[in-house]
């Protein structure tokens, strides 16, 4: 199966600081998603990017399909932005459309 | 504001009985997902169900896991007998074929 690899497996930051966390994949895709999990255990979605660049806030994404890569972008850091980011990638066709497999995740401490 | 719902939040058992665990997906979504999150093996897909009809389990022990939807608004997931390796956070997520998946806030198992 395709396989998903997101580095640092783990980051600290202080407040107000910058971050690029990436993720690799082994194979094409046509569906990419980057999500965070709160402290509290919540998995929140923050972009759906198989291709291009997306801005929200803080935070932006660039995923470039050609060459199996996505960058996720978080400017000014804050406390409320700690958590684990993880990628998660889907390939076409058949039963497979849909279908996630997920990165290790980035662990994210941000301190005041 | 649509949200997916799981219940119960919390679920405490003893080895060897039966534990079913019940997901409400958002509202006109298509696709429903089971996942299982440990510590040691990340986010792992168990099933998959489009248009309520299941389309790929093999990420489920299938000897004693078994995913249903009985109809649009209630997707199941249930073990039987549990053991004290399925304990773990089980989440369902919907979402529309191939697009972005928004997750519920998880089942937290414990088999003692």
């Known amino acids: 199966g395709i396989q998903v690899e997101q580095s640092p497996p783990d980051l600290i930051l202080q407040e107000g600081a910058n971050s690029t966390l990436r993720c690799n994949f082994s194979?094409?895709?046509?569906?990419l998603q980057w999500f965070h999990q709160n402290p509290w255990g919540q998995l929140i979605n923050l972009f759906y990017i198989p291709s291009g660049t997306k801005q929200n806030g803080r935070l932006s994404a660039t995923t470039v399909a050609t060459e199996r890569y996505s960058l996720l972008y978080i400017s000014s850091s804050q406390t409320t932005d700690s958590g684990v980011y993880f990628c998660?990638?889907?390939?076409?066709?058949?039963?497979?459309?849909?279908?996630?497999?997920f990165g290790q995740g980035t662990i994210l401490t941000v301190h005041p | 504001d649509a949200r997916v719902t799981q219940t119960p939040r919390d679920k405490v058992t003893e080895m060897g009985q039966e534990v079913t665990m019940r997901c409400q997906p958002i509202l006109g979504h298509n696709t429903v997902f089971w996942y299982r999150q440990t510590m040691m093996q990340g986010l792992e897909l168990l099933a998959y169900?489009?248009?309520?009809?299941?389309?790929?389990d093999s990420g489920m022990p299938k000897d004693r896991f078994s995913a249903e939807m009985p109809d649009a608004t209630l997707a199941t997931l249930k073990i039987q007998p549990s053991e004290p390796r399925d304990s773990a956070v089980y989440f369902c997520?919907?979402?529309?074929?191939?697009?972005?998946?928004?997750f519920g806030p998880g089942t937290r198992l414990t088999v003692l």
């Open positions: 169900f489009r248009n309520r009809a299941p389309l790929d």
């Open positions: 998660a990638v889907g390939k076409a066709g058949g039963t497979s459309y849909g279908k996630l497999t």
């Open positions: 194979d094409s895709v046509n569906n």
């Open positions: 997520a919907s979402g529309l074929s191939g697009g972005t998946q928004y």
